[in-house]
């Protein structure tokens, strides 16, 4: 299979990138699952919820709606940029094609980060999960060593081959829908203390002043939401047909996803007694209290080990799609150490040393949160910032490239709508990041206040230092700027 973008692929452009060593094992239902399992209606909610309604009460909702918008036309873009450029690893080959090599170099730097970060803080998020089911009490330590334990676990079924991976997208996808739906009704049925009108009322988080600032802090939420569509493009290698289907397992991704995540907040605002306990900081973790009410103990365990097969399911698409990307990197010589990391299981088909990486750094990560009292929040805050920021330089450069010529030629197009809906999706993407960074505690040290900013910074100076100091970015003679007319 030759690789979209060499001599004989469809875009017809470049030269020098070898071919495959991917099998297309992966069908159209398998790919969208991906995608939702590392979006994760769940994992998202029940990670986020609980502060979300502390910072801006039952409205805190409407940032579900507000993020799902913008992301739809995130998607929109990168559907049309997948259909001519289907290479594993997404965000770095697709900057590489639209804009050039360094710029390509950073973008793919920054995803990676982002996504090692991701994976350590959806693996941290299930640890006091895990504690519940299992019966014991969930401390810093113990909530480190479950995360260590899970990403462990979904290394090993990444390990397994694409099949498996599609096997493990798909039984997580039905697993969190149908856990979703079914714990939704019940609370509605049988546990529901409010009406539709709360999610106008904010309890008083707004004090005297306005409830923009409130709502914007607390709209975390909805960001850590919608991103994990683009996973359906980190493995278009692998995909039959993938200018048709990725495209519409991305879209898919954004509806599906985000209505069950949206209706997942709903039944545990509605089902939540107290609001003002939890603004207060009395009851800390409402998702844990609501499931025990309304299920009992042995129901509400039930219900966690279905949350712990979301958390693993979105953990082995994450490191799927960080995997790939190391990979695709290293097969552009791109990166310290290519020559290990482009090295391909041939019986399993799968960059063995990549997903080790994707492992390795994150179990890292997790050990090193033990120094912050708020490192969930913390590593959940820069884990979105690097998301958001390689989407737009994607974004951007498609911009670019469309300003200097470019005419998408794969099988899913905007037409006349591409240069709107490319400049929308950019303005959101440069809402969103702004207020991800901005600083809301003034109370904390200027180095607390300005964590998630400064973590951002220093990835990339490190980054531009890296790149000015080792030249990598050079080395391949893969295509490079080819959407771009001579």
Sequence with gaps: MTIPGTPGGPSGAGHGQKESEFRKDMGPWANFALGFTYLSPVVSTYTLFGTALADGGPPMIWAFVMAGCGQFLVALVFGEIVAQYPIAGGVYPWARRLWGKRWAWMTGWVYMWALLVTITSVAYGAGPYIAIMLGFRATVHTTVLCTIALIVVAVLINYAGTKALSWAALIGFGAELIGALVVG?????????????????????????SYLPVFLGAAIIGFYQYYGFEACGDVAEEVAHPGKVIPKAMRRTIYVGGAAATF???????????????????DPDPVVRVLFDALGEAGARVVMAVVLISFLSCTVSLQAAAGRLIYSYARDEMIIGHRLLRKFSPTRAVPEYALLVAAVVPALIAVGSLISTDALTKIVSFAILGIYAAFQMVVLAAL???????KPSGEYRLGRWGLLVNVGALAYGIFAIVNISWPRTPGVPWFDNWIVLLSG????????????????????DAPSGSAVPD
Excluded at 270 to 276: M, N
Excluded at 458 to 470: N, P
């Design 185 to 209: 009704v019940i609370l509605l049925v049988t546990h529901r203390f409010h009406g539709l009108g709360v999610l106008f009322d904010d309890y008083g988080t707004a004090g005297d002043g």
């Design 264 to 282: 997942t907040c709903l039944t545990l605002l509605l089902a939540v007694v107290d609001y003002r306990a939890v603004i207060s900081g009395e």
């Design 400 to 406: 670019r490239a469309r300003v200097k010529g470019w």
């Design 457 to 476: 910074g220093v990835v990339v100076a490190v980054g531009l230092v890296y790149m000015f100091t080792t030249h990598h970015y050079g080395r391949s």
